[in-house]
């Protein structure tokens, strides 16, 4: 079984359109995240929602809201796409306590904005 | 904003030999993880190593931690064709309200010749 699966893995719009990227995980995790990997391998996280509640927001575009109906679930939505948005986006999640764990990720959604 | 740092970019060697991949990061961390990245995948969690802690080994994984130099080293040993891929570090910031932030360094690609 797939522990943290994204859909779609492949995503080719058009500049302007709407789009959303779902990610479910079944770990159990209380914690997920959402990542963007630019074309030089760069990975920087966007957000972090923890029980249904965002918790890291970091200086991402308003044009990207997540969405977590629960705990298993964190979906991603872009309005407005630019070609500046073409890169992978990867979903996350970690069960986080009093000490740091590792981070499950799932395997990408690349994204190409024409 | 980018923490760790990796180094070399790339990196070729010869199955059978070792490979050492080292990071360097800019501010005081919990702990700093280490991921590897296949082409066209998710990551994949290889090692946590806690700030207290100074060297740790996972089968043919050893990783070292030197937080007065802010440095973290990967040896892979006896290195074989699968090991080809990018390797990451990460170092864990926490966030406020008990959410992990992990910062990414760019990567190491490492390419394992037969």
């Known amino acids: 079984d797939t522990a943290v699966s994204q859909t779609p893995k492949y995503l080719v719009t058009q500049m302007g359109n709407d789009k959303s990227i779902k990610c479910e995980q079944n770990l159990g995790h209380d914690t997920m995240y959402w990542y963007k990997q630019d074309s030089k391998k760069f990975l920087k996280i966007m957000f972090s929602?923890?029980?249904?509640?965002?918790?890291i927001n970091e200086t991402v575009p308003n044009r990207f809201s997540p969405k977590s109906p629960d705990k298993a679930h964190l979906n991603l939505h872009i309005n407005s796409l630019e070609l500046g948005d073409s890169a992978v986006y990867f979903c996350a999640s970690s069960q986080v306590g009093t000490i740091s764990y590792e981070q499950y990720f799932g395997p990408g959604t690349r994204l190409t904005v024409t | 904003s980018q923490q760790g740092e990796e180094d070399p970019q790339a990196l070729s060697i010869q199955e059978g030999e070792n490979a050492t991949m080292n990071c360097s990061y800019k501010t005081s961390i919990n702990n700093l993880q280490w991921y590897r990245q296949n082409s066209g995948r998710g990551l994949v969690h290889l090692i946590l190593i806690r700030s207290n802690e100074r060297e740790k080994h996972s089968g043919r994984l050893r990783v070292t931690l030197d937080t007065s130099k802010k440095s973290s080293s990967l040896l892979i040993t006896a290195s074989r064709a699968a090991d080809t891929a990018s390797y990451f570090c990460a170092t864990d910031n926490r966030y406020q309200g008990g959410s992990e932030k992990l910062v990414f360094g760019k990567g190491t690609k490492l390419t394992v010749n037969p």
């Open positions: 929602y923890n029980n249904k509640e965002l918790i």
